[in-house]
Nanobody
Framework: QVQLVESGGGLVQAGGSLRLSCAAS????????MGWFRQAPGKDREFVVA????????IYADHVKGRFTISRDNAKNTVYLQMNSLKPEDTAVYYC????????????????????WGKGTLVTVSS
């Protein structure tokens, strides 16, 4: 089992920045991809970004390319999401996820195919 705890959400004005963090514990001895999904009010959960164990493979959803940057520190079992140029439509609960099958799998599997989820952190972008 893998436990995930997110932090860093909050309220920010449009055009501002936030940095989310996610710490993993439990089954952290196995290589695994990490990433983020989000769920806006009244909408389904959607893929945001995935990063491979070594960081060499990163997949971004089109709607965040050029604005969001993912990174990870395996020594700390932590993944980060730097979000810049935030828009009101980025308002959502952001969920940290782990995929044991790699970043490409995480990028195409959809929310129903993800096994490990954090509880989420709310990001609110005001206009």
């Amino acid at each position: 089992q893998v436990q995930l705890v997110e932090s860093g959400g909050g309220l920010v004005q449009a055009g501002g920045s936030l940095r989310l963090s996610c710490a993993a514990s439990g089954r952290t001895f196995s290589p695994y991809a990490m990433g983020w999904f989000r769920q806006a009010p009244g909408k389904d959960r959607e893929f945001v970004v995935a990063i491979s164990w070594g960081g060499g493979s990163i997949i971004y959803a089109d709607h965040v390319k050029g604005r969001f940057t993912i990174s990870r520190d395996n020594a700390k079992n932590t993944v980060y999401l730097q979000m810049n140029s935030l828009k009101p439509e980025d308002t959502a609960v952001y969920y940290c996820v782990v995929d044991l099958y790699g970043s490409e799998h995480l990028g195409r599997v959809g929310a129903d195919g993800v096994d490990y989820w954090g509880k989420g952190t709310l990001v609110t972008v005001s206009s």
